[in-house]
């Protein structure tokens, strides 16, 4: 019998594999940049087919590193991205766009006339977006509407392409976070659709978070894979983290920083924060709240590929560590706007307070603190808003939790106790253990046994110092 299981986590900039078997061992992974594209101000792009082409790599290669075949799988989980969005043709199943990234702002506008007629969405959204892509396609609403035409986040199209189009569904973590669904239902939300007159019955189906979806072609990925989960890449590692319990919750550190809080079956509302679904299970439907910093990695790849400041994220790191503090140097990190809990997309990246003292090792240090400053800016108001106490632990993973210089500078600026979980790819983990449930090897309550703690980090600053450095910060941005 297969006795291992296979995560597959299609993120911003990466595509990642994972292979665990049932001791919740990693035993092989893989991990392969995507390219993305910038074809006019505010829009942002990746190329579907060379998005499919790494996801196919990406896999061979985890499995050559596990030292197994496909035919060792018992459970596929499928995470990644959500709100982004792709349409192809459902006969041949080619891509008719590109995979329009969660970053992308061409939703502006709509989200503007759809909150006028009732609908309070988000630009990223792909409820803002979907129209303007299928308009880009010769004919794309009516062969969209006569069902011609599939769409959906990138675990739809994976499903579907490694399927080969007999599984075309998405997850109610995946569907909540597209701005179509209807939290009170579950289901999709018709009268938003009908609004933008486009045909509900074209849209994927909405599965539970663990459960088989379908079963992979073998002639894709070498077996008839089961597909036992499939969940939005925020929910599935707060899961990973073992966030099973109301007031639990975790920030994830990659291209954005995005905190989940776990809110059981009430699906709660709160300024600077967005409900979302959590998992749904059967009859269970468990509920969260999510505040985004939109620029975290995003900024030190910024300050690689944009200001040339270093090589690679490592040498950055390496170059915060050798100066004790940032020199006066102030930082806002906000290349793509505002995030929670300001949701001010207008609001652009800053740099202040240089001067001829100032060092490359002043600013990466700076840029640090900006995300840590917004991530006490975030959760302050988090939790304000949503009526639950800190615990005074702060749970994290994600790319920028390998540095020790982040951890420390995080545990300083919140107060808090941060804990850094192994393997910090908590998104793609999940996505395994997942596969795991779905498989009947381990039940949901399991999970939070079955991560590492990597790093815990207690603050340096007295509570004095802390407030005012970060009160200086707020001021110097008029936050």
């Excluded at 069902?147 to 490694?162: E, I, P, R, S």
């Excluded at 109610?172 to 509900?200: H, K, R, V």
């Excluded at 340096?460 to 009160?471: H, K, L």
Aim: proline share 4%; with cysteine.
């Amino acid at each position: 019998m297969p006795d291992t299981f296979l995560a597959l986590d299609a993120g911003t900039t990466n595509i990642r594999a994972m292979v665990v078997d049932v001791n919740g061992r990693v035993l092989g992974q893989s991990s392969n940049p995507l390219s993305i594209h910038y074809p006019q101000p505010g829009h942002v792009e990746t190329d579907t087919d060379s998005f499919y082409e790494v996801a196919l790599k990406t896999v061979s290669e985890c499995l050559a590193s596990a030292e197994i075949t496909a035919t060792d799988i018992a459970s596929l989980g499928i995470t990644g991205q959500r709100t982004s969005l792709v349409v192809w043709d459902k006969t041949t199943g080619v891509a008719l766009s590109p995979i329009v990234s969660w970053q992308d702002l061409r939703g502006i506008a709509r989200s503007q006339t759809l909150l006028e007629a009732g609908y309070p969405l988000i630009p990223l959204s792909s409820a803002c977006k979907l129209e303007s892509v299928l308009a880009d396609i010769p004919e794309g609403v009516a062969r969209f509407n006569n069902g011609d035409l599939a769409w959906g986040n990138v675990d739809t199209y994976l499903a579907w392409q490694f399927s080969k189009g007999t599984i075309y569904a998405t997850d109610a973590s995946q569907a909540c976070a597209t701005g179509y669904l209807d939290l009170m239902t579950s289901g999709w939300n018709e009268d938003l659709i009908a609004f933008q007159a486009l045909n509900p019955e074209s849209f994927p189906r909405i599965t539970d978070t663990i459960g088989i979806a379908g079963v992979t072609n073998a002639d894709v990925l070498g077996a008839a894979i089961p597909v036992g989960a499939i969940v939005g890449d925020q929910q599935c590692a707060a899961l990973a983290q073992g966030c099973l319990q109301p007031g639990d919750s975790k920030i994830t550190y990659g291209t954005s920083g995005t905190c989940n809080l776990n809110t059981g079956s009430t699906c709660l509302m709160a300024a600077g924060a967005y409900p979302l679904v959590l998992y749904r299970n059967g009859n269970e439907t468990v509920f969260c709240l999510e505040t985004m910093i939109i620029t975290a990695g995003a900024m030190l790849d910024w300050l690689v590929y944009g200001l040339h400041i270093g090589e690679s994220s490592e040498e950055l790191l390496g170059l915060a560590e050798s100066v004790p503090d940032s020199a006066g140097v102030f930082v806002l990190p906000a290349l793509q706007g505002l995030g929670s809990p300001h949701a001010d997309s207008s609001r652009t990246a800053t740099l202040d307070g240089l001067t001829r003292g100032t060092s490359r090792g002043h600013v990466v240090r700076a840029a640090l603190e900006g995300i840590a400053y917004r991530t006490r800016d975030m959760l302050d108001s988090l939790y304000d808003q949503a009526g639950y106490s800190s615990s005074g632990v702060l749970r994290v993973d994600g790319g920028m939790t390998r540095s020790s210089v982040f951890l420390q500078t995080l545990a300083d600026v919140t107060g808090l106790t941060i804990e850094a979980m192994s393997p910090t790819d908590a998104t793609t983990y999940g996505a395994a253990l997942l596969a795991g449930v779905s498989a009947e090897h381990w039940r949901l309550d399991d999970l939070s046994g079955l991560k590492n703690t990597s790093m815990i980090v207690e603050s340096c600053w007295s509570a004095d110092e802390r407030d005012t450095r970060y009160e200086a910060w707020c001021q110097r941005f008029q936050l």
